[in-house]
C-alpha cells in the first residue's frame, strides 16, 4: 500500500513539473518566460580604465596632442579550444585597443572595417552618392564629391596577439570527510580548492611611414579560481538524507585580456604624450624602464661636422735681391695662347694708329688677343 501510494505521489510530481514546462505564452509580452535577472548595462571598466583617462586629463593640462595612430590585427595566437564552447580566448582584442585609445583621448583612424568607407567612395567616384538623396534629379551637382587627401592617415600603428594562456599554474586544495563508522549515522565532508592560470599578450608599436617597430610592450595577467564544496548525509529510520552544497568563482578570461591590453597600451600613450609613466600609475606598476619610445623621446640626435683639411703652410717669400719683385706686386696669371684659324687674313681696321705714338714697350709688335682673332700691329 505504500508502494502504491509513494508511485501516485510521483505520477502528481511529474504532471505539475509538466505544466511548468507548458510551451504556452503571455498574450501580454508574447513571451514563453520571463528571462531572469535585470541587472543593468554597465561601463566596462578595467583597473587601467582610469589611468588611461588620467593620460588624457595631464595632456590636455599640458597642451600635448598625441600623433594619429591606428589598431591592426591582434589575433588569438594561443591555439586553445574547448569542445564545447570553441575558442577561449576572445578575438576582439584588436577592439579592446581602440576603447583603451579612445580612453586616453588618441586620436584615432579606422583600419579593422574600411568595408563602408570603400563602398561609400565608390559612390561618390560614380556620382551615385548624395548627401542630399531627395533632391535626386533636380541638380545635376547632386552628388557628394570626392577630393585628394580626405582620407586621415596614421603615423604609428599597434598590432600583436594574445600569446599566452597557461593553466594551473598553482593548485591547492583540501579534502576532509568525518562521520561514524556503522553504516548508521552522520557523515559529513568538505572540500575546497583554488588554481591560478594566467594569460599574456605581445604588443608593438609601429612607425606607418618607415615600417620600424620603436616600441613593444609584453604584459600577463594572473587569473584565480576558487571552489568550496560541503555535504552531509545520513540513514534517518531507513530514510537516506543527502545534502551537499557548494559555490566556485573564477575571474573573467576576457576581462584579463582586456586588461593586459590596456596595460601594454598604457606605456604607448604616456611616451606619445612624452609623459612620466608613473604620472598616472603607482611606481611599483611602471615596469621596466628599458621599454620605453627611446625613438619618441630620446634627445636630437648632435650633428658633428666633419673636420676641415688641413690648412698648408705658405712658401717662404724669395729673399729680397737686385731682380726679386717688390713683395706687394704680384705677376699677373698667365693666358692661355691659342693659334688662329688657319684661313684668318688680318683686316685693314685691324690697325691701331693709337699704338704708332706710343712707346716702343707700351704694346708688343704684333698681339693675338684670344677670342676676338683681330691682328693689332704698331711700332716703329
Avoid at 559529513?188 to 612607425?207: E, K, Q
Avoid at 713683395?327 to 704708332?356: E, F, M, V
Wanted: charged share 20%; net charge neutral; aromatic share 6%.
Amino acid at each position: 500500500m505504500n508502494r502504491f501510494r509513494s508511485g501516485v505521489a510521483l505520477i502528481a510530481a511529474a504532471a505539475v513539473l509538466g505544466g511548468c514546462a507548458s510551451t504556452a505564452y503571455d498574450p501580454q509580452t508574447g513571451l514563453y518566460a520571463r528571462p531572469s535577472g535585470g541587472a543593468p548595462a554597465t561601463d566596462n571598466e578595467t583597473p587601467y580604465s582610469e589611468a588611461l583617462r588620467c593620460l588624457a586629463s595631464a595632456a590636455s593640462e599640458a597642451r600635448r596632442v598625441a600623433p594619429r595612430l591606428a589598431v591592426g590585427d591582434i589575433a588569438d595566437l594561443t591555439g586553445r579550444r574547448d569542445l564545447q564552447t570553441g575558442r577561449i580566448v576572445s578575438q576582439g582584442a584588436a577592439l579592446f585597443a581602440v576603447t583603451a585609445l579612445t580612453r586616453a583621448g588618441v586620436p584615432t583612424v579606422e583600419r579593422l572595417d574600411p568595408g563602408v568607407s570603400e563602398i561609400e567612395r565608390q559612390y561618390a567616384q560614380s556620382h551615385l552618392l548624395s548627401d542630399t538623396p531627395e533632391q535626386a534629379g533636380q541638380s545635376r551637382e547632386n552628388f557628394r564629391p570626392v577630393y585628394a587627401g580626405e582620407i586621415a592617415g596614421s603615423r604609428y600603428y599597434v598590432v600583436g596577439g594574445v600569446t599566452e594562456l597557461n593553466y594551473n599554474i598553482r593548485s591547492r586544495g583540501v579534502d576532509i570527510a568525518a562521520g561514524a563508522v556503522e553504516i548508521v549515522g552522520a557523515k559529513g565532508g568538505f572540500t575546497g580548492s583554488d588554481y591560478v592560470m594566467n594569460v599574456a599578450i605581445d604588443l608593438r608599436l609601429i612607425d606607418t611611414i618607415s615600417q620600424e617597430v620603436v616600441a613593444t610592450a609584453s604584459y600577463q595577467k594572473q587569473i584565480v579560481g576558487h571552489e568550496i564544496r560541503a555535504g552531509v548525509f545520513n540513514f534517518m529510520g531507513g530514510t537516506l538524507f543527502d545534502l551537499t552544497a557548494g559555490g566556485s568563482a573564477m575571474e573573467p578570461v576576457q576581462l584579463a585580456v582586456r586588461t593586459a591590453v590596456e596595460r601594454g597600451l598604457y606605456d604607448f600613450v604616456a611616451d606619445l604624450y612624452s609623459l612620466p609613466r608613473d604620472r598616472c600609475l603607482a611606481s611599483a606598476e611602471v615596469g621596466d624602464p628599458s621599454l620605453l619610445v627611446r625613438r619618441l623621446t630620446a634627445p636630437p640626435a648632435v650633428v658633428v661636422a666633419p673636420e676641415p683639411p688641413p690648412v698648408l703652410a705658405a712658401a717662404p717669400a724669395p729673399a729680397a735681391g737686385p731682380y726679386a719683385p717688390p713683395p706687394h706686386i704680384h705677376a699677373p696669371a698667365p693666358r692661355p695662347y691659342t693659334l688662329p684659324p688657319r684661313n684668318y687674313t688680318p683686316s685693314p681696321q685691324a690697325y691701331d694708329p693709337a699704338s704708332a705714338t706710343s712707346a716702343p714697350s707700351a704694346r708688343p709688335r704684333s698681339v693675338i688677343e684670344p677670342g676676338s682673332w683681330r691682328l693689332r700691329t704698331g711700332g716703329r
